[in-house]
């Protein structure tokens, strides 16, 4: 049976996976859109997304919304022209009701897929490297962060992309806990 704190983890990995698979988020840091330290301005979005739903009583999906646009704005220099500020604050507010009533099946399924990409991202990756494909062009490709819960028991919340690789080729799978 799960709790509320394990509702509350779960969320916020949620959010984690829900940002490294935003588009436009992801080109911002990958292109340092927001400068140099563009991968510290993605961990305080999240850290103050996080923190929003955890002190506003009366959280709106507007609220959340017009944050991430501001954001996007302010620290990326960038106006996300195709609406995706609001999906992202619609799966936010979904997941976030969710999982306070201990449902995590849409929760999974988001951290499940974002997971899958990583894999295959990382399978791109060994591709390029066979091929003698050395464009630095993203600096995502030497250090890159991934998170989500546990993969076979392990918490993954930051491992590099050798650990990464051979987890995928294992086929080890990414889980978070049932619904009681």
Not at 13 to 42: H, I, M, P, Y
Not at 73 to 88: C, I, K, L, N
Not at 100 to 109: C, D, H, M, Q
Request: with cysteine; aromatic share 8%; hydrophobic share 30%.
């Amino acid at each position: 049976m799960s709790t509320l704190n394990e509702a509350w983890e779960i969320f916020k990995q949620g959010v984690r996976s829900v940002l490294q698979q935003w588009t436009t988020v992801q080109l911002a840091v990958e292109n340092n859109w927001g400068g140099g330290d563009s991968r510290k301005k993605l961990e305080q979005l999240e850290s103050k997304l996080v923190e929003m739903f955890r002190v506003k009583k009366n959280l709106y999906r507007e609220d959340i919304e017009d944050f991430l646009t501001a954001y996007l704005d302010d620290h990326f220099g960038t106006y996300a022209e195709d609406g995706s500020p609001s999906d992202v604050s619609r799966i936010l507010t979904e997941i976030f009701e969710q999982c306070g009533r201990l449902e995590f099946n849409t929760v999974a399924e988001i951290i499940k897929k974002g997971e899958e990409k990583k894999c295959s991202r990382v399978e791109s990756l060994r591709g390029r490297e066979a091929f003698g494909d050395d464009d630095d062009s993203s600096d995502s490709h030497d250090e890159v962060s991934y998170s989500i819960a546990k993969v076979s028991g392990r918490d993954f919340s930051a491992v590099s992309d050798d650990e990464m690789e051979e987890s995928c080729s294992k086929g080890e799978s990414f889980s978070v806990p049932k619904q009681a």
